[in-house]
């Protein structure tokens, strides 16, 4: 595809978005937010809350934003977890419907950023996730999202990434997430223990790994697929990214003993009921994400080696990425 193609980015302040607008590339992003400005944009911002009809944009300027979009990138989502279902509905699912319309409207593809957590929903899961996952709401959304898509009739591409760390040569990221709040959190010596499901994988993507993919099937005009942006059996496991944690916390002069880990299903609910709350907090949501992937097969499924060839992304050493996202979060974020 020669002709460079202009697209409206949802979700532009977000992690995912600030990282697209960081990665060149050979398309004209249009960054569209509910903020007036977005850095490293390098177009006006498109004022755009995906909860409201045509955006909350007026007729004119909604017809004349869809005459000029070639592609959308849907980013925006509600990410936080542990909400009720009828938060995320509005966002999640009625967002990604108006999405639809306005890429009907614009003629416009949709690459849509779903979560590989979706997974842990597959009709294959293992074992079923229960209720109660701080996830399962957030991971239902993003599902019901996927199935609009997939039932509009509109060219679209799915991206399931896993949990995003830093870039992967600085550890760059615009705001610090689960992955880094978490390891920051056991780096202070806080967990007496890790509540985990043996053998499951800590599969860490570096947010660059989806930007780069993105871009490089815009540009070439692939608009169909289902990529699943993991790292599968190629991810670390639980003892070595302990051991990443206790290694950095050591170069700051944090001498941590390793907390024992302990099996998940096994766990009397009362071991971590009876915790302190911000303890029982941080353990309840390893718990948890631990259970997705356990539900998704302990090893999360993946595209990465098609992904590799495809779109050229560089072949990235996971345990390294993560000790460089922690460094950078150690130096930035804290
Ligand atoms: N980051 C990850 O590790 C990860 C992993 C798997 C999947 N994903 C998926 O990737 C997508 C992007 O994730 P992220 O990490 O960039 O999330 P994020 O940092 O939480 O950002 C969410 C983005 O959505 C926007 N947004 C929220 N409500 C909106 C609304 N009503 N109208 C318009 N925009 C709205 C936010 O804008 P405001 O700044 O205005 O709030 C922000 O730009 C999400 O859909 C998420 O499900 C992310």
């Known amino acids: 595809m020669s002709a460079r193609r202009t697209v409206l980015l949802t979700g532009a302040t977000g992690v995912v978005g600030r990282s697209l607008l960081r990665e060149p590339g050979a398309v004209r992003l249009l960054p569209a937010a509910r903020a007036a400005t977005v850095p490293d944009a ?43 279902a009828e938060r995320y509905a509005p966002v999640n699912v009625e967002g990604t419907r108006r999405v639809i319309e306005f890429a009907r409207e614009a003629g416009a593809p949709v690459h849509f950023m ?29 599902y019901a999202a996927e199935e609009l898509l997939r039932s509009s009739g509109i060219p679209h591409a799915i991206y399931r990434p896993t949990n995003l ?9 615009s705001h610090p997430q689960i992955v880094q709040q978490m390891s920051d959190w056991l780096g202070r010596g806080r967990a007496p223990f890790l509540p985990v499901h043996p053998g499951i994988r800590m599969d860490f993507v570096p947010q660059d790994l989806l930007s780069k993919a993105v871009l490089r099937a815009i540009e070439r005009g692939d608009d169909e697929g289902e990529w699943w942006v993991t790292l599968g059996p190629e ?17 700051r002069g944090r001498h941590l003993t390793v907390p024992p880990l302990l099996d998940a299903d ?16 941080y353990l309840s949501v390893l718990r948890d994400v631990s259970e997705v992937t356990r539900c998704s097969g302990g090893v999360l499924p993946t595209s990465m080696p098609e992904l590799r060839d495809r ?21 930035h974020l804290a």
Request: proline share 6%.
């Open 42 to 84: 390098g177009e006006p911002v498109v004022r755009c809350d995906v909860t409201r009809e045509r955006f909350g944009l007026d007729a004119d300027a909604y017809a004349e934003l869809a005459a000029r979009v070639d592609v959308v990138i849907h980013s925006a989502g509600l990410t936080e977890w542990g909400l009720p």
């Open 165 to 173: 760390i830093g870039d992967s040569v600085t550890g760059w990221t």
């Open 114 to 142: 779903s979560t590989a957590f979706v997974a842990a929903l597959a009709d294959t899961a293992p074992v079923p996730l229960r209720a109660e996952n701080v996830c399962r709401n957030y991971i239902t959304s993003k």
């Open 235 to 251: 991810a670390m496991d639980v003892e070595t990214c302990v051991g990443i944690v206790v290694k950095q916390a050591a170069e």
């Open 266 to 281: 096994g766990l009397a609910p009362e071991t971590i009921a009876e915790q302190p709350p911000m303890t029982r907090s």
């Open 311 to 331: 779109y050229g992304l560089p072949a990235v050493d996971d345990t390294a990425a993560y000790a460089t996202t922690l460094a950078y979060a150690a130096r």
